[in-house]
């Protein structure tokens, strides 16, 4: 019986161990991230920096022209993404769920970089395929992609109701940080 329990306390420590081993690279990592939008916000408000979102125009999939100019007055969150890209994929249903919650307070759109109607065709099928709803736009022309200087994807910026820019994000967002960056915007 000694054995036994002795036994029984080695497994679950060895579970213990293992789940502390899986769990600390993505708390670490959300840590990090939350740590990237307090700064920021820390940063904008101790060097009173504002800076003003840029306008872009992009388009719907039924070719409706959206301008970021037009949006000014709601929170706004912009996020340039593509289908080919994993980590864009990854953060895709978190987006689907903040929409669908803060879709009436706040204005989203999720900026295809695709420039090719072969790309749209595929960012499209990616859509349908994961029954996002949410709205996407187009960069056509790469007026998004040059006002922003976007390099690397995906990357989101969350702008607050008087166009500026609050938060500036590079790399795939956790639900949390998600959620954080909105509070930011929508208070």
Known sequence: MKHLKTIIFAVLLAAVLACSALLYPQLKALDHQLDIVQEQQDNMESEGEVRAAADFTAVDSRGNTIRLADLIGTPIVVNFWASWCAPCQSEMSDFQTAWEEYGSEVQ???????????????????LTEHALTLPVYYDMQSSAIRAYSVYSIPRTLFIDASGNIQADITGALSAETLTESLTLISQ
């Open 108 to 126: 989203f759109l999720m900026v295809n970089v695709s420039d090719t109607a072969d790309e749209q065709e595929s960012a499209e099928a990616y």
